[in-house]
């Protein structure tokens, strides 16, 4: 059986957290994959100048390759030298919506995310990212402490 | 970045200084900018609106409204039937999440949006119902409905043939479709209309897209705190704009942007309960819309005159057929230009079906102008020029004592949405202005500056001169942009064709379809 398990990384410690443990889940099981993902928080519904409207492509694609060699890229290289076989994907959107749905797209069969500490006022009321993602993910989600 | 703001500022205080001295030695200086502004305008503005010889009907409000009509039969009524299907696309129903995190299709919307949405609907209607009476409304929702086809024109080729630059920037509008599009087609010419398009572009955004902006703020303010010269108000102004276009103060622009929808959105609900306290009077004020259409009431220049005003400011807020819309929405990445153009055309429904006609119900239905108690008929002022109103008042100050008479306090909110709906439009209308400088010019910090230093200097003009001539120049350059655009549209709207039958088949046959989302 495969299986590939999704890790969803903020760019924070607490993704450290997530990759140990899913190299930990992914070597008990045969022949499993790893696909490390992260999602730049992004709206389609703001409000933006004339000015900020011609600038987001490119705006889009420094956003991207920050992502890409800061936080993605190295985890995926230390899952490859441990012996893993791992890839990467930066996407836009509402972080726990695009998580979910990358893990749909490609199959996977969970998804680890770290629980980040920041435990702020607006939490309270519109709850993280890290809830929504347990309340409405189509795959089960382990967030490791 | 700093550096550059101290600047601004300093700058900023050297001019108000050095423009205080000269006000104590002259002490009417709004008067000589007025006049000397009124002299120099004056030829520009008759052409414009010179009449078809023997009729009071000018030609440019003829050409606007055929073309308009022109579109919207070319395209077999586009605006219905893609008007759902606009809606879906705004709320991305048909976005590739592949593709998140470029502007979306609600971001240009709203973006264009902002820059069309302000004075025109607020001062603007107050003047058309002013001059033309009730019937005006009628005329106004019509030219919107109609000019919904020509903004799908405009905007879907603006997408089509804009520049993209290895830096990943974009830049877009009539002078690069006018250019490109002719080229294609192998017609002649196209260059010309483009440079043409641009000067009046830049006419336009100093005019409509400022100096009224500005002027029309400080009526708001002097209405308030009492009158005092309009040059100070001015230079306030301009050293805001100054701060956000040059000196890349982004958090002011991102506030209003944020700020302005929110007081559009209270502005139709407070016009809404308005309407709804007076509930009994909105058969009687559609009766007087749609019977003003036709006779006139009685008003100053019959029912010609409110079609006039009707068509004129239903142009000048939603400037469909302009060509600034086109600016604004050719920053949208897509692979189906067309689907750009469906979201522009909802654009002078909102503008001016919805928001302009809550305008004028709330004029309407608050009875701010007089009724000759005899004739049933509008009373006109002294000088002939317009109708009576209660307070004597025009323009802004009317839409004011408009929801003044319902709530007191909505005067001072409606200041603030002015002001706001005012900075946002200027920074709107800078951003035109300059695609418009750098096509003619060329791109370069130095070029750029050069604009938006005269820009900021007509911020203050704006401020001081009295709202007849500015208004006539406004109008007549955002016209002259128009002139050339619709002339453009003409030839290239059998590509605007091609485009939508391709996206309709293809949307028809389902390879175009919703993402699951």
């Known amino acids: 059986m495969t299986a590939k398990i999704v890790i969803g990384l903020d760019g924070t410690e607490a993704g450290e957290r997530a990759i140990a443990f899913a190299k930990d889940l992914a070597g008990r099981i045969d022949g499993s994959e790893l696909l490390v993902v992260y999602v730049i928080e992004w709206s389609p519904f703001t409000f933006q100048t004339p000015e900020e409207n011609a600038q987001r492509h490119k705006r889009r694609e420094e956003e991207i390759e920050t992502a890409m060699t800061r936080v993605v890229t190295p985890a995926v290289e230390s899952l490859k030298a441990a012996g893993f076989s791992a890839q990467g994907v930066v996407r836009h959107g509402d972080v726990a919506e695009t998580l979910n749905a990358i893990t749909v797209e490609n199959n996977g069969s969970q998804i680890v995310v770290g629980r980040s500490s920041a435990d702020g006022f607006t939490k309270r009321i519109f709850g993280s990212a890290t809830q929504n993602l347990v309340m409405h993910a189509d795959v089960p989600v382990t967030v490791v402490k | 970045m700093k550096q550059t703001c101290k600047f601004g500022l300093a700058g900023a205080a050297t001019a108000l200084l050095a423009s205080s001295a000269a006000a104590q030695e002259a002490p009417g200086l709004d008067e000589t900018i007025n006049q000397a502004f009124a002299d120099l305008t004056g030829p520009f503005v008759s052409f414009i609106f010179a009449p078809f010889p023997g009729t009071g009907f000018p030609w440019i409000v003829m050409w606007l409204v055929i073309a308009a009509s022109v579109f919207t039969l070319y395209f077999a009524f586009v605006q219905m039937r893609f008007f759902s299907h606009a809606i879906s696309l705004v709320k991305g129903d048909y976005s590739d999440p592949n593709d998140a995190g470029e502007v979306s299709h609600f971001q240009a919307l709203a973006t264009a949006l902002s820059g069309t949405v302000g004075l025109g609907n607020i001062a603007g209607v107050a003047v058309a119902?002013?001059?033309?009476?009730?019937?005006?409304?009628?005329?106004?929702?019509?030219?919107?409905?109609?000019?919904?086809?020509?903004?799908?024109?405009?905007?879907?080729?603006?997408?089509?043939?804009?520049?993209?630059?290895?830096?990943?920037?974009?830049?877009?509008?009539?002078?690069?479709?006018?250019?490109?599009?002719?080229?294609?087609?192998?017609?002649?010419?196209?260059?010309?209309?483009?440079?043409?398009?641009?000067?009046?572009?830049?006419?336009?955004?100093?005019?409509?897209?400022?100096?009224?902006?500005?002027?029309?703020?400080?009526?708001?303010?002097?209405?308030?705190?009492?009158?005092?010269?309009?040059?100070?108000?001015?230079?306030?102004?301009?050293?805001?704009?100054?701060?956000?276009?040059?000196?890349?103060?982004?958090?002011?622009?991102?506030?209003?942007?944020?700020?302005?929808?929110?007081?559009?959105?209270?502005?139709?609900?407070?016009?809404?309960?308005?309407?709804?306290?007076?509930?009994?009077?909105?058969?009687?004020?559609?009766?007087?819309?749609?019977?003003?259409?036709?006779?006139?009431?009685?008003?100053?220049?019959?029912?010609?005159?409110?079609?006039?005003?009707?068509?004129?400011?239903?142009?000048?807020?939603?400037?469909?057929?302009?060509?600034?819309?086109?600016?604004?929405h050719s920053a949208v990445r897509t692979k189906e230009p067309i689907t750009e153009g469906f979201v522009s055309l909802l654009e002078p429904f909102i503008d001016t079906v919805v928001i302009c006609t809550m305008t004028a119900l709330v004029i309407i239905i608050t009875q701010q102008m007089i009724i000759d108690p005899e004739t049933g008929n509008y009373m006109l002022n002294e000088a002939g020029t317009a109708i009576a109103t209660v307070d004597g008042n025009s323009g802004v100050s009317l839409t004011s004592a408009a929801f003044g008479s319902a709530f007191s306090w909505f005067p001072y909110i409606l200041a603030i949405a002015v002001i706001l709906f005012a900075f946002s439009t200027m920074i709107s209308w800078s951003y035109y202005g300059l695609k418009a400088w750098t096509y003619l010019f060329g791109e370069g910090h130095t070029k750029e500056l050069v604009f938006k230093i005269i820009f900021c200097i007509f911020v203050v003009i704006g401020a001081a001169a009295n709202l007849g001539p500015v208004i006539d120049f406004s109008d007549a350059a955002i016209f002259a942009m128009a002139v050339v655009n619709v002339f453009a549209l003409y030839f290239l709207m059998k590509v605007v064709r091609e485009e939508l039958a391709s996206y309709a088949s293809r949307l028809k046959s389902g390879e175009i379809r919703k993402f699951a989302g």
């Open chain 2, 129 to 328: 119902v002013g001059i033309g009476g009730p019937g005006a409304t009628f005329w106004m929702i019509l030219a919107g409905l109609l000019g919904m086809a020509s903004k799908f024109t405009e905007c879907t080729l603006g997408v089509k043939y804009r520049n993209e630059y290895d830096d990943g920037t974009v830049s877009g509008g009539p002078m690069y479709y006018m250019s490109k599009g002719f080229n294609e087609l192998g017609l002649p010419g196209g260059k010309i209309l483009a440079v043409l398009f641009s000067i009046f572009c830049i006419l336009g955004a100093l005019g409509g897209g400022n100096m009224f902006q500005a002027n029309q703020a400080h009526q708001q303010i002097a209405g308030i705190v009492g009158d005092y010269p309009g040059w100070i108000t001015g230079l306030v102004f301009a050293a805001v704009v100054f701060l956000v276009i040059v000196g890349g103060l982004k958090s002011i622009a991102r506030v209003t942007e944020k700020v302005v929808p929110f007081m559009g959105v209270m502005y139709v609900v407070t016009a809404l309960v308005i309407i709804g306290m007076n509930a009994d009077k909105i058969g009687w004020a559609f009766g007087q819309i749609f019977a003003g259409a036709f006779t006139g009431l009685g008003v100053a220049g019959g029912m010609v005159g409110a079609l006039i005003q009707g068509f004129k400011r239903a142009a000048f807020s939603n400037e469909a057929g302009v060509g600034s819309a086109a600016i604004a």
